[in-house]
């Protein structure tokens, strides 16, 4: 069997006998996706969702304050946009929001568009142009991003019911109006991206970050989970603390990355309904566990091994112990954030690194307990732009290739007595959530 895996601006081959194949695992086809995401988003903006005095969600147009309704009044608009790091379709969002903006009679000058950052760092002039598209030209002025270690741009708003500080960007109630945008797809901690998460960790201080990405060494902190994760409780409490009226458009992509669905309105209504599109097309039914899961981090996502590390811990959750989980993605940007791959660095071990993590918490630790959780019940090995020994310091093997990392792990297993290693796919598997064995 012969499959190409995406990497950079090329191809890669893979070959192995068809017998070994498990399953080839990605998100679900969509059908009458157009190919304008235009034209969904207008959609979406015409029918937004509401919420009912009981606290019901109502589906969109029964109940949800129109855009028009909502600019309404508004002099200073404040529009949330994801990073570079996220797939969503932040020009076509902005491109369809323009039109109620100049009805509104809100000029550009009464718009800023605050780059949700969270703890990344800021946007390059080269990221910029990505996000903004082809209104780059028009709105690059318009666009600054956040800095969660400017104490000086934040406002200290409360605490969570898990004790979580909330200190949010000052913009956000300098503005009469927010519009939080962003896209909704299976998050290993968070549960799911998209809504509240614009705000935590979006535009949050550094220290509210840390705080709240603690919670994901919380067992109940996963992928698909919103139900008693501590790390969702956390971005929902922080909510009610903001009293600026928000607005919100949330996609959902499908796995050509085009926008398959959206929903506007209330935050946290568009959020619940944009969540239930995403299951549909993300969560993935699988057989059964495999002996080697072959997981690539697709564009966006390959940026560094801190984004990439989502790849690793879905292709976990369908891995037996003793297996080899191949990581596939080039790393184009290095590791990302160096706390993490430091603190792996110098434990003895996984379950040292794990030791270590619950004794003294910082930010990016969350990641090494996650990646060590792993390495301590499975080789991991990656093809990527890393060095060897930049790997081996976090417990990862180097491979050249898709084929050399396959044709090794294969050996090993052969050599352990399983003839017949099984091996799952997941052409996508930032967003590919395996749902093992859904029947038994």
Known sequence: MKIGIP?????????????????IAEPKDVTGVPSFSGAVLAEALERPYGITADGARRDGGEAGQSLAEFLEG?????????????????????????????????????????????????????EYRQILGGLYGELRGRAVHHDARKDGDMVELG??????PILLNRRIFEADRVIATGSVEPHYFAGFTGGRKAFLPGVAAYRSIAENHKRAL?????????????????????????????????????KEQRTAAAASGDIMASFYA???????????????????????????????????????????????????????????????????AKLLSQAASPVDAIDRIHAGYRLGYHKAAKMAAVSARATVMAVTELSPERLAGMFIESAAS????????????REQ??????????PDGCVTVPDVNPQG
């Open 7 to 23: 990497y950079l601006d090329r191809i890669l081959p893979l070959e192995f006998p068809e017998e070994n194949l498990l399953a």
């Open 74 to 126: 508004g002099k200073r608009i404040l529009v949330i946009i994801n990073d570079a790091t996220r797939p969503t379709p932040t020009a076509a969002m902005l491109a369809a929001l323009m039109p109620a903006f100049r009805k509104a009679g809100v000029p550009n000058k009464s718009l800023t568009l605050l780059v949700a950052t969270g703890a990344h760092r800021a946007p390059t002039e080269d």
């Open 159 to 164: 605490n969570t019911r898990n004790g979580t």
């Open 218 to 254: 919380s067992e109940a902190a996963r992928s698909l989970a919103l139900e008693g994760n501590p790390v969702h409780e956390d971005m929902m409490d922080a909510l009610p603390l903001i009293k600026t009226p928000v607005f919100s458009l949330m996609a959902v992509l499908d």
């Open 274 to 340: 944009a969540v239930e599109k995403a299951r549909q097309i993300f969560c993935v039914p699988v057989a059964a566990k495999a002996d080697i899961v072959v997981s690539v981090a697709k564009f966006p996502m390959d940026i560094d091994l801190y984004q990439s590390q989502k790849a690793i811990d879905n292709g976990a959750a369908a891995l037996k112990d003793g297996g080899v989980l191949i990581l596939v993605s080039s790393c184009r940007d290095g590791i990302g954030d160096e706390s993490y």
């Open 402 to 413: 898709p084929q050399a990392a396959l044709d090794n792990a294969l050996a090993r297993l």
């Open 417 to 426: 007595g399983i003839m017949r290693p099984k091996i799952l796919i997941l």
